[in-house]
């Protein structure tokens, strides 16, 4: 079964770090790309952060970038989010993606490149 299991949301005060863990299973395993994104209630889902998974290249939104790292672990099964340094702001729920396919320029960033979603997780950042 191709699927994304999502884990490590949950409650932090500012200044604080999470880790989000995204697993992935059957056509997952043969992303292009892997990606997380965020959604607060009322708006549209976000860019966060996207990997690339033959050369680990990153990107970020500027919003998250010198706080939030993105990597995979050696299999190339497991994506993290790590995030430090955490606002107000990083509250949403966040969802890990997986794309099979190349896309041009920055295309990545939007949501239709994605093929497959995560169930998503909570992440609330606490004053």
């Known amino acids: 079964q191709s699927q994304l299991v999502e884990s490590g949301g949950g409650l932090v005060q500012a200044g604080g770090s999470l880790r989000l863990s995204c697993a992935a299973s059957g056509r997952t395993l043969r992303s292009y790309r892997m990606g997380w994104f965020r959604q607060v209630p009322g708006k549209e889902r976000e860019f966060v952060a996207a990997i690339r998974v033959s050369d680990e290249r990153t990107d970020y939104s500027d919003s998250v970038k010198g706080r939030f790292t993105i990597s995979l672990d050696n299999a190339k099964i497991t994506m993290y989010l790590q995030m430090t340094s955490l606002k107000l702001e990083d509250t949403a729920v966040y969802y890990c993606?997986?794309?099979?396919?190349?896309?041009?320029?920055?295309?990545?960033?939007?949501?239709?490149?994605?093929?497959?979603w995560g169930q998503g997780t909570q992440v609330t950042v606490s004053s």
């Open positions: 993606a997986a794309s099979l396919s190349f896309q041009p320029g920055t295309a990545y960033r939007r949501i239709e490149a994605y093929d497959y």
